[in-house]
């Protein structure tokens, strides 16, 4: 069965700084890769998603991830973090097949003016 | 389109009462998905239906929980009777799947259920 670990509850970081959000990912075929963005008293939001051949992945609100298939690892990056990035972070994975998106906890980011 | 539209968005009950949460996926996706939100079990995948059809109902918690989809545009999740640790963040999400297993799914915003 698929699974995803976020192994970081907390993330800080200073505005204009780099952000790295972790994750990892472990399924037994191809994996469809997610990151969905959550404030306060909203729903999901959809960031970016992996698709196969390009490693680096970007997507919504200046975010990319970084595939790497050794290291089973999507890490969400940001050159130049925004106070308005804080936020909660979720990683998703899919198997191949028709199956639900499995989450990872979450990572609470705070970006410090 | 509205996205996905989930009612209420706040539900305050007292314990054995019953709980209705209702759902209007995105029009054309053909899987629609119930989670819930706990601080302490993160995003639990409850039951999802493939057109209108339930797949997979193994994460509703116990038979307190039962949920339905008459039709492509609108599905419930029920709970009769309601306990405080039900208490949660219930969320509607739909994917048009079909397309290809990389499609991402939308989420509604929320059902945010407190049970007294």
């Known amino acids: 069965a698929q699974s995803v670990a976020q192994p970081e509850d907390q993330v800080n970081v200073a505005e204009g700084n780099p952000l790295t959000v972790k994750c990892t990912y472990s399924?037994?075929?191809?994996?469809?890769l997610f990151w969905y963005v959550q404030y306060p008293n909203r729903g999901l939001q959809f960031l970016l998603k992996?698709?196969?051949?390009?490693?680096l992945v970007k997507g919504s609100y200046g975010f990319e991830a970084e595939f790497n298939k050794s290291q089973t690892s999507f890490h969400l990056k940001k050159p130049s973090a925004l106070v308005s990035d804080s936020a909660l972070y979720f990683c998703?994975?899919?198997?191949?097949?028709?199956?639900?998106?499995?989450f990872g906890k979450g990572t609470r980011l705070s970006v410090i003016a | 389109d509205a996205g996905v539209i989930q009612s209420p968005r706040h539900e305050v009950t007292e314990m054995g009462q019953e709980v209705t949460l209702r759902c209007k996926p995105i029009s054309g996706h053909d899987y629609l998905f119930w989670y819930r939100q706990t601080m302490m079990r993160g995003l639990e995948l409850l039951i999802y239906f493939n057109n209108n059809v339930p797949i997979d109902d193994s994460g509703m918690p116990e038979d307190r929980f039962s949920a339905k989809m008459p039709n492509a545009s609108f599905s419930t999740l029920k709970i009769q009777p309601s306990e405080p640790r039900d208490s949660a963040v219930y969320f509607c999400a739909s994917s048009r799947l079909g397309q290809g297993t990389n499609a991402e799914a939308f989420f509604g915003q929320g059902t945010r259920l407190t049970v007294v």
């Open positions: 399924v037994s075929g191809n994996p469809y």
């Open positions: 992996y698709i196969t051949g390009d490693n």
């Open positions: 998703a994975v899919r198997e191949e097949g028709n199956t639900p998106l499995v």
